[in-house]
């Protein structure tokens, strides 16, 4: 069965640093998505990406994120400088039904 | 605006016993509806999901009716295992494309042998 991969599983970073989440949607999938869940908390909706460019991302998604397609298979979330509050998991996610990868744990310290 | 709000846990049952999880929605439009699950240390997995009013979604045991006039989702099964321990996601997708999902904050689930 297709599944979503990402890598890496924990990713543990000082403040200030930038980092790069990354992700393998499914191959046929047109719709890509990046949600976080802080820890005990909800999962909240970041970014929506289609046609190689974002069709929607919510307040969460300021100027220290952005996301990209580079070679037409991995689809990548970058926080240019991490702050303590984005300690979570993120879920890639593509569609159809909305198919969740296993996430990527990123600690800052 | 749009929002999910399920029943908080954890909740904890001996095997084979009856599960409801509460959820209730708020949207503007007819969303989708959605149960997702989380076992530990992996990502959320779709369970099941509704599309329209009166729609039952199944999945595992596990049921949920689409109650347009009460705005509910409640996530039953008739007999837990060791095995459905988890955390429990309500959510719904108002977009026609379900581009956009809004999540409950989850319920964990803990079944004792």
């Known amino acids: 069965e297709p599944e979503v991969t990402q890598t890496p599983s924990h990713q543990v970073t000082q403040m200030g640093q930038e980092v790069i989440l990354r992700c393998v949607p499914i191959?046929?999938?047109?719709?890509f998505y990046w949600y976080r869940q802080i820890l005990g908390q909800k999962v909240e909706f970041l970014v929506s990406?289609?046609?190689?460019?974002?069709?929607?991302k919510s307040e969460i998604f300021d100027d220290q994120f952005s996301v990209e397609r580079p070679d037409g298979s991995n689809f990548t979330l970058k926080i240019r400088s991490t702050k303590l509050e984005d300690s979570a998991m993120y879920f890639c996610a593509s569609r159809i039904g909305l198919i969740f990868g296993p996430g990527t744990r990123l600690t800052v310290l | 605006g749009d929002s999910v709000t399920q029943m908080e846990g954890p909740v904890t049952l001996s095997e084979e016993a009856c599960l409801t999880i509460n959820c209730t929605y708020t949207a503007t439009g007819y969303p989708s509806l959605f149960w997702y699950v989380q076992y530990p240390g992996e990502g959320l997995q779709l369970l099941l999901k509704a599309t329209k009013a009166d729609d039952k979604g199944s999945n595992k045991g596990f049921e949920a009716t689409y109650r347009k006039e009460t705005t509910s989702f409640h996530l039953e099964k008739g007999s837990v295992q060791v095995s459905d321990s988890a955390v429990y996601f309500c959510?719904?997708?108002?977009?026609?494309?379900?581009?956009?999902?809004?999540f409950g904050s989850g319920t964990k689930l803990n079944v004792k042998p």
């Open positions: 990406f289609y046609n190689n460019e974002i069709s929607e």
């Open positions: 191959s046929n999938h047109l719709y």
């Open positions: 959510a719904l997708s108002d977009d026609d494309n379900f581009n956009k999902f809004y």
